[in-house]
């Protein structure tokens, strides 16, 4: 059992103080910055902030955040309304034609310094963290040890955004009597739309790109994560983030990213991304919408470190991961890599440890909600009615609340949902194939296609990589690709500057 309790931290004080002035240009009204406090109302309750101030939703509602863990009220955030959307897409317009004309080495200082506050406060944001989503404290720390790693590496990587300078006589027939200058830049008010399971990060690797390229942000947190998403735009505090803290997303998401003032929506979540790209319009999209990702194994593995990396990659934050080990297809002519390959997986599941997030070390905590819940136990069940054999838990399923202890099924077939649907929680599907061709082909037939892992000589677990690598998905997984230089790329749109020259120009040495 969670304590609910929540301490609100002099958190980020140092750089909350600063003022605004010192990342604009000369010229604009300068202020500063209110303190973290500002930030609630009373105890726990949570403000929007637009337009540099925090205030409450002239709604005059507000939206309670549900600990996982037992379905109680940590926190209440603000039920915006349309017109304070409004108000925050013209207010991010303003702010972005300013922001637009600070030099990279000044958004690159103050990126770094943001990433030196979130080191600083790790522990407190972490503790938000745990109480909002449920996630392991060891875990939430790290997320935001990352978070400032994603910070420094996207300054270091956006002062190095080079243009180009291409020649007209490269062209045949031409001479060289003209030049173009091609330059990357801001598309305005980017649309940030980031998901509950890694609150922080995966919010840091939006807004931290889209501020070092030039735009302004309005960003819409998921009920689950959003005061962990506010405390790190306090950390951020480069004046240009506008956060509507609360703002539910099945009242505004259409509103949000079909606003006129809109430039482009970068969104991580599920299959929802979909309608928000169909609605969208003409304008750029970064999605990133989950997926079906298969582990398959080949004769040759190395076993043992198979079974280490599935089982790391399927539970890690009780499967809450689009990159988690959503199915493993073993390919063997009988059952002859089953039989050592499953009680390795089975010995290893055993000894995850099941509990609350503030305990040490604990592996499996509650999903998000009791809505999740219900959706991974229907795919179980409906497995389980079509010949699926539940290897764990042993005595059958065992839930308490939103706490899934991990399952383990066997025996699956095509014909069972859990084959083509996203889990996302703490459940490992097995399926023995007779060959390579048999496993690729089930695993192309899911619509994702983000993530897929295959285990041969060469073994690992199944990963990402660093937040600096290109992540994308294909069919139903994903538009664009995220990793901070494609970030970058992606919030940024070519503009060309031709010069005629007077005559012909040929450089010499």
Sequence with gaps: ????????????????????????????????????????????????????????????????????????????????????????????????????????????????????????????????????????????????MRTADLFEYTAEEGVRVAGELLLSDAFTGEKRNKLALVQRVPLGVIVAIPPYNYPLNLAGSKVGPALMAGNSVVMKPPSAGAV??????????????????????????????????????SFTGGSTGIRVAKGAGMIPMQLELGGKDPAIVLPDANLKAAASAIVKGAFSYSGQRCTAVKIVYIVEEEDEISRVLLPMILELVKKLKVGGPEEEDVDITAVIDGKSASYIKSLVDDALELGAKLQLPEGGWKQEGNLIHPVVLTGVKKSMRIVYEEQFGPVLPIVSVKTAEEAVELANGSPLGLQASLFTQVNGAPARGPDHFPFQGFKDSGLSSQGVRWSIEAMTKIKSTVLNLAQESYTQG
Aim: glycine share 6%; charged share 25%.
């Design 1 to 144: 059992m969670i304590r609910l309790r929540v301490d609100l931290p002099l958190l980020l004080m140092s750089l909350l103080t600063l003022p605004l002035c010192n990342a604009l240009s000369e010229g604009e009204a300068c202020g500063t910055i209110p303190r973290l406090a500002a930030m609630e109302a009373e105890s726990n309750k949570f403000l929007l902030y637009i337009n540099g101030k925090f205030k409450p939703s002239s709604s005059g509602k507000t939206l309670q955040v549900l600990c996982p863990v037992n379905d109680s009220a940590v926190y209440e955030v603000q039920a915006c309304t349309k017109e304070e959307i409004d108000e925050a897409f013209e207010a991010a317009k303003n702010a972005q034609k300013l922001w637009s004309k600070t030099p990279l080495w000044k958004r690159a200082e103050l990126l770094k310094k943001a990433a030196a506050v979130l080191r600083e406060n790790a522990a407190a944001i972490a503790e938000v963290m745990m109480y909002e989503v449920a996630k392991p404290l060891k875990a939430a720390i790290s997320e935001v």
């Design 228 to 265: 962990t998403e506010g405390k790190e735009r306090a950390g951020r505090q480069l004046g240009k983030g506008e956060l509507k803290r609360g703002c539910r997303g099945s009242e505004v998401g259409d509103y949000l990213t079909q606003h006129r003032l809109a430039n482009a929506v």
